[in-house]
């Protein structure tokens, strides 16, 4: 039996299966939309945000006060790394579920889909390494 391309590209078990099922049917910017819509969901779960979207990263991942602390951020190099980690999960809001969010006709094939979800997939691992658990069942 062939292998799922969730399998191949190692998309992160804790998103909802209602992004496999989309993709599996071919509604691969939905299937991205949902998949981003869980990771802006579990950063304010996370971090008890006040704000979502663009503003709740920027919120959560502050390398001086945060939320979502990913880092010690006690040396520069431990608060660049938590500095870009909060443009890494404000740029995926802003450039990937935004545009499937806010417009109608965004068309994606699926291996752009897949991109997508191994992005999502990776800022994923990237809060269960600093010790977070990121299923929100």
């Given at each position: 039996?062939?292998?799922?391309?969730?399998?191949?590209?190692?998309?992160?078990?804790?998103?909802?299966?209602?992004?496999?099922?989309?993709?599996?049917?071919?509604?691969?910017?939905?299937?991205?939309?949902?998949?981003?819509?869980?990771?802006?969901?579990?950063?304010?779960?996370?971090?008890?945000?006040?704000?979502?979207?663009v503003p709740g990263m920027m919120q959560a991942f502050s390398e001086t006060s945060p939320?979502?602390?990913?880092?010690?951020?006690?040396?520069?190099?431990?608060?660049?790394?938590?500095?870009?980690?909060?443009?890494?999960?404000?740029?995926?809001?802003?450039?990937?579920?935004?545009?499937?969010?806010?417009?109608?006709?965004?068309?994606?094939?699926?291996?752009?889909?897949?991109?997508?979800?191994?992005?999502?997939?990776?800022?994923?691992?990237?809060?269960?390494?600093?010790?977070?658990?990121?299923?929100?069942?």
């Amino acid at each position: 039996m062939p292998t799922h391309p969730f399998d191949e590209r190692g998309i992160h078990a804790a998103l909802p299966h209602v992004v496999r099922s989309l993709f599996d049917n071919g509604h691969y910017a939905q299937a991205t939309f949902e998949a981003f819509k869980y990771v802006d969901k579990l950063v304010e779960h996370l971090g008890g945000a006040s704000k979502t979207g663009v503003p709740g990263m920027m919120q959560a991942f502050s390398e001086t006060s945060p939320l979502v602390q990913l880092t010690p951020c006690l040396t520069t190099s431990d608060k660049d790394e938590q500095e870009g980690y909060k443009f890494l999960f404000a740029g995926s809001i802003l450039a990937i579920r935004n545009p499937r969010g806010h417009e109608f006709s965004v068309k994606d094939g699926p291996d752009t889909c897949l991109d997508h979800l191994a992005l999502a997939s990776m800022l994923l691992r990237r809060l269960e390494s600093a010790g977070y658990d990121v299923s929100m069942t």
